[in-house]
């Protein structure tokens, strides 16, 4: 049985303590964005190999660890700061999908009820085949999902 070298070995201390000190948002970036740890306030990468980096993740009176893989894993040491690169990026585009909205203020407007009871009273079902190929705005479905997040639940 041969045992192979993780090719990131030889770098790998210096990685880590490089991006601990200098790209700490980076790291706290990994746990929010490719983690989905929303409670993170400090991270730390304690291991980093071929095959992805664990880090340390803290807040909310709370600690974890968690891999965040290298997908393909790496398999020279040039390879490791491209991939530490993209997964950052990776990472913030993740974040900014998700980007946290904060409750609307409320509108104090007699009118209110009336339109919102003539919204409800005249909403329809439609079926399948009444759909269009016609897209819709970003925007649009973002603005919905939020709706719908406010929407009162059993809860």
Do not use: C
Request: no cysteine.
């Amino acid at each position: 049985m041969t045992i192979t070298p993780d090719p990131i070995a030889p770098i790998a201390a210096a990685a880590v303590e490089h991006m601990n000190s200098d790209h700490a948002d980076a790291v706290l970036a990994y746990a929010r964005g490719l983690a989905g740890i929303a409670w993170a306030k400090q991270a730390l990468i304690t291991r980093l190999e071929a095959g992805g980096i664990e880090i340390q993740v803290s807040g909310d009176k709370r600690t974890t660890s968690v891999l965040i893989p290298f997908e393909p894993p790496l398999t020279h040491p040039e390879q490791l700061r491209p991939a530490l690169i993209a997964l950052a990026q990776k990472a913030r585009h993740h974040l900014e999908a998700r980007a946290q909205v904060e409750s609307p203020v409320p509108i104090r407007n007699a009118e209110l009820p009336h339109l919102l009871l003539n919204a409800i009273a005249n909403r329809r079902s439609f079926a399948l085949q009444d759909l269009t190929a016609e897209p819709i705005a970003r925007e649009a479905v973002t603005l919905m999902r939020e709706a719908a997040n406010w929407a009162p639940s059993h809860g």
